[in-house]
């Protein structure tokens, strides 16, 4: 389910955005804590060592280490990395959700022109708006695992209602060895077709005005294809894994507290737990989480797109418009404004 | 309100935007300077600490904790991590008023084709006009809080006499559990057909082009509704903001003026007030208010797009449109340059 | 005037863009002499101040002001800041532009589908070529000062021939507070439809494209509008103003250049001159007069949009279209590479 | 083939991306070895000659040397460049994959409008398809070179079925010396056009829909053409992989270990292997092969798209569309919800 | 002529785009040699003159001021500068490429319902096409100078076949005094509607279908030439160049190699080349070369659209579609996969 934080933050006020730093669900600690903890574990492990176990030669050894390794740290610019990555990942993100197809349109061009009231009417819409959603869902199970989960075999789809048992034999029947999603909106075009021959639309205006509707809506469920068919590179999510991954590397190591007696510059200071650090490692870790988080944006993550919550609205506003809506409107009257 | 200062700048001049740094109303003074006194407080307090409390002994210790902090404000490279995020936020931003439907282009299209004088002709333009305005109303209600304060209940848009107490009936008994901005969008469909099946709209022509603007005015309501659902996800904000927080409260204490006396490099002069630090506070904390005043950008901030004007501005043109100006144009004459 | 200088760079040559530094009009000179002679003037007096005035104490004194100045000029990353932000401003810009509105593709249409060559249709042409060109006029007084200026009243545009007396007070008469540029829109849709009953226009195939074409131009003067309305918030504006300004108010002490003499490390050497400051000067303070200028393409300056040509080009070309060449054509002849 | 590795991501999980660091297939490793194996034994050479071979005074001054080499290293900000030009080959590279034509949305027309079940009707609809395909095919084997090593010749487009001998000819016999790719996108225009006028297709409604859809078909093939044509400029490619490539020429020198009894600063440490450094190269050597692998998105890398994949999804949806589906649905009945 | 490079990298291979640093035509060699020369002479003049000429004195202050010099040398991050710049060139030259006019998807339409074979049909597509052409000709005159040389006046394009002198006349005769590039266009217009008038188009789509791809058709035209009305702003330009420039002066004096002997840090070895500097030089000087050339993108450089090999294309192209391809497809027979 996304998050949806903005009207905490819909006015500007004192503290403004430190607000949504206590928020847990979605939040950068729930998604970095296990990784954090990991990284202290560790620096623990070579700071108890260095302070504890180590002999004075050993420690020598190891100050030297230290410095070495801290000096490198500042080698890798990770913020202009992932400042480039995360803007790109952002964008396809965006684009992504832009093109999940939503069947209101179509069903409301269908409504206007397909209006009848008598059974063979209503079935013709209905079976459209089915078809439009038994095809989405196609689309949704081949890009999200929470979809697969909830459906994860057609049958699981026939006794959610979308379709019936038929239906979905003659969807099987079709001998194609890709992604079918298409074969229920060709089902669809058939249905408005036949709908114009027996007269139920009643002029070639009607026809291609819902016709072209579909056909929209069929390229965006293409799209949603293409979009998981092609993804950013691995290797560009690769190089910017690594940069951070050997940062912090550098880092357990690099920025341990060196005795200050020793009287190494920027040495000078032992706190023991190193706060600051730690605050890079939120900001930058979190950084790549954010993108580790939009790169698959139908996840089950805290803040994807909930694509199941999207199907149920889906169902139900397709159903309320093509039955309940059907050529319905308030009397004509006039209005409070009428001179 | 949407601040409006590009006049005072239309041409460049000496100074030129320095004019602007006097504006009060959406300022980054006013909204900074609760901010900035906190951080005021807070390092007043520690620099008399340091000056007028603490033993020699002390004052060594803070003096190696603050410039240990000092050279850590370094380690998070707030600039870089702003520009990126500012950038997404603007682009969102814009987009989304963008997205503002007008109802203009409709009514223009609906005057053409629906254009008889009579009373029957004039309620259903005026009912297209309301039901448009109306669903407007409806998804601007869940996205601005303005405009909720405005139209608490569906009660108050009845007295506002957007509908009448029939229609506001016909929209409740309407059963379906998610966001309702359609329905009265379906009544200006259905009123527009029924306008065709009467014989007022003459013409298949004039039918279905008056439904492709209303077509894409419910796109535009629609994607008004997807903007809000989906964020920029919360992690990217939490992360910007704790770097930008956690940034000023590092320099809380290690911008400090430490004695001159002591020989510190970098601490050679005192000036009590630490005018460059104030300066950086003011900048980027200012950055990430212009974030935080775009994120949602349908809020009371003084720069937030006043949709409650716009609101009056759509009604007063889509009335003056449907009945003032339909059918309307001076005589034709021969005009100035005619040969 | 918009400064063309493309043709100058048209080949990649020895200098290239070099050239381009000798221009004054529209140069970063031309905007920025005032403010580098106000900073050469303060710098001047700090200066001699300095060499001059100063006792012994004092000018130790200063000298710690100076490097303190110096050391923190760096705190603030100007040209991160300025990047991001006239990359907005640039993007803005363009669009700006390219919303302008061009009678010239409805008056296409309108000359194919209305081409009679006898009164009543050329009035009805160029009625609403000029009703077209007096909605533009109207938006571009309310986002232009340039033509605000040529065309203060609705009677100065009457007296330049676009609109009769009696449609200026058809206009005025038109009730509405706010903007009106859509009332001379809305008089073309009306004379359109007229021709169409009248049967100038001979299809309803006709009426439409006409009408459609008539609408993108009405929704490109709306963009304008827009585009007015919302401005890049004053906020992000005053940020980068502010972070500019004082970085060279740092600068006038911090570059001052300190007696060789004291042996302060990086301050070996007194050019009197500073130089490499001036440059940076330049450089930064012109990339911010390049957002000055952009932020309001339709003002005064000598790189804005020369409003004022376009709607004279625009004028003479829609009555050469309407008139001279509506319908004309050369007799059709066998051509040069006739086989 | 694309790589598909957005489901190991699909929610963030501890390590997240770490996991895609194995992979093998398209991965940086994969790209990398050899570069980085070169560089290692440059690097290796160098470091023992210093070792071993030298002496007293060749060390100092190849120490010397070296110093000069690291200092220098700094000099490019092959980061930014890197972000700069990835980001522009990132937008190019989607964009050209927006751009792949398909033919699905075509053939849904054309199998609305062109519905008859007897053999004239189904040959001029496989006959569409076909002609569409064979255009593809003709830019696809001008532009990557996987495709044209599957179909080197046009007699090899014969075998495959795509077209027969006949038409072949008919191809070869169009004099046209520019790429021939719209010479079967007209006939499937002249195709359609009979198709009207045989009555195959009823209404001019149709004709034109089927007709619009095929034009932008050809327009998307067209545009596939455009970028190849125009690519990145040469000289931008240039400058960075001279940036890149010169900065790890004086890195094999300059991050060369220094006899640590020397006490040069920053060289108090010898770990023999430069482990920061190869993690630097990898970095910004992985970067580079992110713009490689993208400037030409139909070459035979691992990550690059699979047009022979694509192709063959193409025909075998085209048939099925256009033979197996064309017409049918399953016959209307009460759904699961109906009421 | 475009440079067309993306064969030889299409698989990342060993070296990669290390093989396209060996190119001469449009490389930053060829752009950058004499730029180079005279930095190196400059540098080599200021080298002897301080080993040779200068007396100790002079030598020491000499010293001091390339010592001040190249510490000033990173007061301006000319990488970031020439990143935003590059990228909004960039955007721009894209952009432009998009908006060249190309006739064809005009002619396929105009065939498909203006498809007779006797001599006044194939007339009035010729003299279309012939049209089209002129006006594309007329822009492309304006914005390219290579265009410009090969037609200098009306005469030559006479000469060259693509309208008669009558219609050469009739073009002269037309009274505007701006770019009259719309006049062939508003020809080809009248010719199409003359068409259906006299019945060779048979219907209203038909007519319709035409006159829209045409108004693109000059709608991509009229962009052409708005893109090269509106540059970006003079000031951007030179602030860039001054940024660059200076920085390479600066650099002529700062990065001169000092007497080791002399001690100064930093300028501990004497390579007598500054090949670093050198490399620095060829970075940044060619990454400005990369918006000079794209800057103009009509102009004469190596990698500028080769515009006259377009217009030969279209030419071409045109005759063949209109005359050769009209109405022809090969005859209907079962196909390879025939069932």
């Given amino acids: 389910m996304t998050i949806i934080y903005q009207y905490r933050v819909a006015t500007t006020s004192l503290g403004g955005f430190l607000k949504l730093l ?5 939040s950068v600690y729930k ?30 050894q190891m100050e030297r280490l230290v410095i070495h ?15 480039f990555y995360v803007t790109v990942v952002v964008g396809r993100w965006w684009q992504q959700f832009q093109n999940v197809p939503w069947p209101d349109r179509t069903l409301f061009v269908l409504c206007t022109y397909l209006n009848g009231q008598e059974e063979r ?37 026939v006794e959610a209602g979308f379709i019936t ?39 070639e205006f009607g026809l291609r005005m819902v016709l072209e509707q579909l056909a929209d809506y069929r390229d965006k469920c293409s799209l949603c294809f293409v979009y998981d068919w092609i993804t950013i590179p691995l290797v560009y999510t690769q190089v ?34 190193p706060v600051f650090t730690l605050l890079q490692f939120t900001f930058y870790m979190g950084w790549l989480k954010v993108a580790e988080q939009m790169i698959n944006p139908f996840g089950e993550d805290d803040d994807d797109y909930d694509i199941n919550w999207l199907l149920d609205r889906h169902t139900a506003v397709a159903f309320a418009l093509v039955d309940q809506c059907c050529g319905v409107h308030p009397p004509l009257v006039r209005d409070h404004f009428w001179d």
């Fill in 240 to 273: 910017v894994t690594l940069a951070v991954y050997s940062f912090f590397a550098a880092c357990v190591l690099g920025r341990q507290f060196l005795d200050p007696a020793k009287g190494y510059p920027d040495y000078q200071y032992d706190s023991y737990v």
């Fill in 31 to 60: 998604l970095l804590f296990k990784e954090t903890l990991i990284f202290c574990l560790l620096y623990a492990a070579l700071s108890l060592t260095y302070r504890l176990a180590l002999s004075a030669t050993q420690r020598t």
């Fill in 22 to 26: 206590v928020a847990w669900r979605g």
């Fill in 69 to 83: 390794c801290n000096s490198y740290t500042n080698f890798i610019p990770i913020s202009f990395v992932l400042g």
């Fill in 165 to 203: 048992k038929e239906e979905a034999e003659t969807y099987e029947q079709t001998q194609c060895r890709y992604l079918k999603f298409w074969v229920p909106l060709m089902w669809a075009n058939n249905v408005i077709a036949r709908a114009r021959r027996e007269g139920f639309i009643e002029t």
């Fill in 121 to 157: 009417s209503r079935m013709m819409r209905r079976g459209v708006a089915r078809y439009m959603l038994f095809g989405l869902l196609l689309i949704m199970r081949s890009v999200s695992l929470a979809v697969m989960k909830r459906f994860p075999t057609i049958d699981t789809i």
